[in-house]
């Protein structure tokens, strides 16, 4: 069974950056794909990225791109979301998600991902 956990959100200023990690555990990490998504009071979940541990390809939102890295380490099973230059409207609550074989859905489709983690919050200040 696959489990995430994410971990480094946090309060930061306009401008700032974080890093978000997700450590997986169970499955194959190599064959997921893992995708970051994002949901503020009131709005539908949000896709921010996304990358295929396989062959280290990688998809970002228009919102985002330029702005915010992913990256994996395939030999700790672990997914990490670079974010620079924050802005408040990059406040939300940030979760990891994996989508598994055999199938695999839309990448920028939270439906098609398996597994959540629990999230993490991310708040920017003005």
Do not use: H
């Amino acid at each position: 069974q696959v489990q995430l956990v994410e971990s480094g959100g946090g309060l930061v200023q306009y401008g700032a950056s974080l890093r978000l990690s997700c450590a997986t555990s169970g499955g194959t990490f190599i064959k997921f794909t893992m995708g970051w998504f994002r949901q503020a009071p009131g709005k539908e979940r949000e896709f921010v990225a996304a990358t295929r541990c396989d062959d280290g390809s990688v998809y970002y939102s228009d919102s985002v791109k330029g702005r915010f890295i992913i990256s994996t380490d395939n030999a700790k099973k672990i997914v990490y979301l670079q974010m620079n230059s924050l802005t408040p409207e990059d406040s939300a609550v940030y979760y990891c998600a994996a989508d598994e074989p055999p199938t695999y859905g839309n990448i920028r489709r939270w439906q098609s991902y398996d597994t959540w983690g629990q999230g993490t919050q991310v708040t920017v200040s003005s």
